[in-house]
């Protein structure tokens, strides 16, 4: 069944931007995005709660041909489905084979949306969320630690073999390899000449420039609370 519109619940710069990326990339401006407010705690409303009771973003609704709506929230699945909808636009290897290419391609999609989401997420948290009466230094030392000493090497090799995280041609991997690189940078990592040059091509994307139109309106830390928020629920 035919998707006829998609909506994008997002917020400027955090997880919900590598799908809205995306959508540019397939769809041009042809969507809908409604922004959730969540430092003013709008992802806590009972009515965003419906939609999405993991309380984040993105969530990516489907309204189909029958009238009946599907809704997705887990940013990775949404690349995935996103590129393998539209083969025409050469955003994923062949999804019917199971070549190398498919292989690297899926490996850099699900590493930079688990094992790496999860780290920079910790970072986040115990550098700007978490008040700083309840910080962890060792949690925030062992994530810098683990994606300087084991990650970064890993896509640094990567990406002195070939232009994108995937190959010689832009992917969705992309897409969510690139939102953790730029994550990555704001915290004073990868750093080297591979990840400014890797960044460097992103940012020349016209799609890449439209899903980061609003970076402006993203703040590191809460506004108001630039000692991390006390009890925050994470």
């Not at 994550?183 to 420039?209: I, K, M, N, T, V």
Request: with cysteine; hydrophobic share 40%.
């Amino acid at each position: 069944m035919r998707v006829t519109r998609f909506k994008l619940y997002h917020y400027p710069a955090t997880r919900s931007t590598r799908v809205k990326w995306l959508l540019h990339e397939i769809l041009g401006d042809d969507f809908d995005v409604e922004r959730v407010a969540l430092y003013d705690g709008k992802q806590y409303a009972p009515e965003y709660l419906a939609i999405n009771p993991n309380h984040n973003v993105p969530v990516l609704e489907m309204q189909l041909q029958d009238g009946s709506v599907t809704r997705m929230l887990e940013s990775g699945a949404m690349l995935a489905l996103l590129a393998d909808a539209y083969p025409e636009t050469g955003l994923s290897p062949a999804p019917d084979r199971a070549t190398p290419e498919r292989a690297l391609y899926l490996q850099m999609l699900h590493f930079a949306t688990t094992w790496i989401d999860m780290m920079l997420w910790q970072i986040r948290c115990q550098t700007h969320l978490i008040h700083e009466s309840e910080r962890d230094p060792h949690t925030l030392e062992r994530y810098r630690k683990k994606l300087t000493n084991e990650v970064e090497p890993q896509l640094q090799r990567q990406l002195s073999a070939t232009p994108y995280i995937a190959g010689e041609s832009f992917t969705a991997a992309d897409c969510a390899m690139g939102h953790d690189v730029m994550w990555a940078r704001a915290y004073g990592l990868f750093c080297s000449d591979e990840f400014e040059q890797y960044a460097a091509r992103l940012r020349a994307r016209p799609a890449f420039q439209a899903a980061y139109a609003d970076v402006g309106d993203f703040t590191l830390a809460p506004p108001g609370a630039p000692h991390g928020v006390p009890g925050f629920p994470g």
